[in-house]
């Protein structure tokens, strides 16, 4: 009740500001009044600098009536009496110009005056009507509010009409037998004298379309968990699907446990409108500085309302808690946040998994796959660096094989180790690659790839392998390329398409010669991963090599 009386209250005051006085139309603005009541007129021209001037339009003699008098600039009726019908002027002057304004005032014997305004409200639409006795409220005195409707009391004990302090009377959602005149009228003393103030609004139902307001949906969160920790920040971010336009009476807002995001210190809202696609979104964040305990397991709710509607996403915080964090992971993939924590949670563990994995089924597994193939991969490095023996060289000859032969038991073809020299004949190069189910290219920063091509004297930037490998990799996905860079960045526009197509494709495992003997634990870790990522790559290894090395 009290969020919806909120929000009422609002979008009431932004559809009533679209319906100020109609009868600004340069003409006199015309004011019903009854006899016996209180009315003060305020002339719209008046600012603090300037001196008004009030006379009585109409009549030959432009003296004030009786019962009417000046009073703050303002023209006071007290009482209003039904000679005082008619027209007054009041006039702006300064040294230079001077500018006037009239005004109608119609005196009735009626209860409650005629109204100065007709408002029309679509059906079915929450509205509210504003009492607009701005002067008087001004005056500051005690005062008693009361609304009527066709000069009946207004009902107030039902719920769904609230009067809050300055007359705002909230209406339920309109039908029909709601139009008719409504009154508000103000008990004040003034001086020690009682009295009564009245302005009446007329409000007629529209048939009108209420769909103007799209539907309004929640994205996210739907029921998310965030894991956070007491004491820190927190962001949490909403996004609401609100049709195909910005509209004014849509409002974003949050409540924690029920109570208005904005009732707490150290919590910040925003929102705003996105446009993706022709389509408008609400988009709404709600930081908190220090999350509090308070904070945890209660519904943390996004709200979205128009005029018509109030939809709302709702999410929970947590606390980091290891022993649940991997079921809260799987349980709120809808969230943005936690969707992100669990893909870089998937990238870090997918190799251990997959080596775990393969671990596990060549341990019990007894049949080996039987493809034939006598290496797991052929090693292929531009031959001017074999002969340098410079970094590639080394990584190529000495540290590849130590990890992957000595440690784990893989059958390497390295070139420039495993062919006899002089023999770079092409069907020994093919027949070596096709018994190979991995062709690992090393590539260096230095350009090495490219000037070991010259050897050959074609065209082609590529080693004999590497084409024929490439080829086959490209038509058949076998042998499977890794691309391995040594002390890179490599250049690859220097290199073959096919080349950059596998990097782009399924990028490239980064060494740096500066591992073998660090201490860093940046350095260490990334060695770690390094090995860890070209295993994964590599075929797994059959049970009986396995054991055969541990
Ligand atoms: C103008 O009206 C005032 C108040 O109604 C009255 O006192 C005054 O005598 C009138 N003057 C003339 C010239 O009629
Ligand atoms: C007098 O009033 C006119 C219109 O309100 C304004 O443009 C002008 O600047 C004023 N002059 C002085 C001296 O205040
Ligand atoms: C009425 O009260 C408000 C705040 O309480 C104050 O700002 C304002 O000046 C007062 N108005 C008058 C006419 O005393
Ligand atoms: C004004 O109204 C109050 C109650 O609303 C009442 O107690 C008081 O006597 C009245 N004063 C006069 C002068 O009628
Ligand atoms: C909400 O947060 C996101 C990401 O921090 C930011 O891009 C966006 O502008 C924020 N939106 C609002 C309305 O503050
Ligand atoms: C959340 O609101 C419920 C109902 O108002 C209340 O019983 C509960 O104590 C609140 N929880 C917290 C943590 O404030």
Redesign the pocket.
């Given at each position: 009740m009290a969020a919806g009386g909120w929000v009422c209250f609002l979008t009431g005051l932004l559809s009533l500001a679209s319906a100020v006085d109609h009868n600004h139309n340069g003409e006199a603005d015309t004011y019903h009044v009854s006899v016996g009541h209180l009315f003060l007129l305020k002339c719209q021209l008046a600012d603090a600098h300037s001196e008004i001037m009030w006379s009585r339009g109409d009549s030959g003699n432009e003296s004030l009536p009786t019962g009417v008098e000046v009073r703050d600039g303002l023209l006071w009726f007290r009482p209003v009496q039904i000679t005082h019908t008619g027209s007054y002027i009041c006039e702006k002057r300064?040294?230079?110009?001077s500018?006037k304004r009239r005004f109608r005032v119609l005196v009735s014997r009626k209860d409650c005056p005629d109204p100065n305004e007709d408002i029309s409200v679509i059906k079915r639409v929450r509205d509210g009507l504003r009492c607009k006795q701005t002067e008087i409220f001004r005056l500051n005195l005690t005062r008693k509010i009361r609304w009527m409707k066709d000069c009946q009391p207004v009902q107030l004990d039902e719920e769904s009409i609230y009067l809050n302090v300055d007359g705002f009377m909230r209406l339920p959602a309109v039908s029909e037998r709601d139009a008719g005149k409504y009154t508000c009228l103000i008990d004040i003393t003034v001086d020690g004298q009682n009295y009564t103030t009245a302005r009446s609004i007329q409000l007629t139902v529209k048939n009108g379309a209420p769909e103007v307001f799209p539907e309004l949906h929640v994205m996210s969160p739907l029921n998310d968990v965030v894991i956070v920790q007491v004491g820190k920040r927190a962001e949490l971010q909403c996004l609401a699907y609100t049709g195909f336009s910005e509209d004014a009476e849509i409002f974003m807002y949050w409540t924690i446990n029920g109570t208005y995001a904005s009732d707490y210190t150290g919590l910040k809202e925003s929102w705003t409108f996105i446009h993706d696609r022709g389509k408008v979104y609400g988009q709404s964040n709600l930081s908190i500085s220090i999350v509090r305990h308070e904070f945890l397991n209660v519904p943390i709710n996004c709200h979205i309302s128009s005029p018509v509607e109030e939809k709302l996403g709702k999410a929970w915080l947590q606390e980091a808690d290891h022993s649940v964090f991997y079921m809260n992971v799987a349980i709120c993939l809808s969230a943005p946040i936690t969707l992100l924590l669990l893909t870089a949670f998937f990238f870090i563990c997918k190799v251990d998994l997959i080596l775990a994995y393969r671990k596990l089924t060549t341990t019990f597994s007894k049949q080996q796959v039987a493809d034939g193939k006598l290496y797991d991969a052929y090693v292929s490095v531009g031959q001017s660096a074999m002969l340098s023996l410079d970094g590639v060289a080394c990584f190529a000859l000495q540290i590849l094989p130590e990890e992957l032969e000595q440690k784990h038991g893989y059958y390497l073809y390295i070139r420039g180790r495993d062919d006899c020299p002089g023999e770079a004949v092409h069907d020994v190069i093919t027949a070596a690659v096709h018994q190979c189910r991995r062709l690992i290219i090393i590539l260096s920063s230095h350009g090495k790839t490219k000037e070991t091509v010259q050897p050959w004297g074609n065209q082609s930037q590529l080693l004999y392998e590497q084409k024929v490998g490439l080829h086959d990799a490209l038509m058949h996905n076998d042998p499977k390329v890794i691309l391995v860079e040594v002390d890179g960045p490599v250049d690859y526009s220097q290199l073959p398409e096919s080349l950059s197509y596998i990097k782009r494709t399924q990028g490239a495992l980064e060494w740096k010669n500066s591992f073998v003997k660090t201490n860093n634990p940046t350095q260490l870790y990334l060695k770690r991963n390094f090995w860890k990522n070209l295993r994964c790559n590599m075929p797994a290894l059959s049970a009986r090599r396995l054991q055969s090395i541990t």
């Open positions: 300064n040294e230079t110009t500018s």
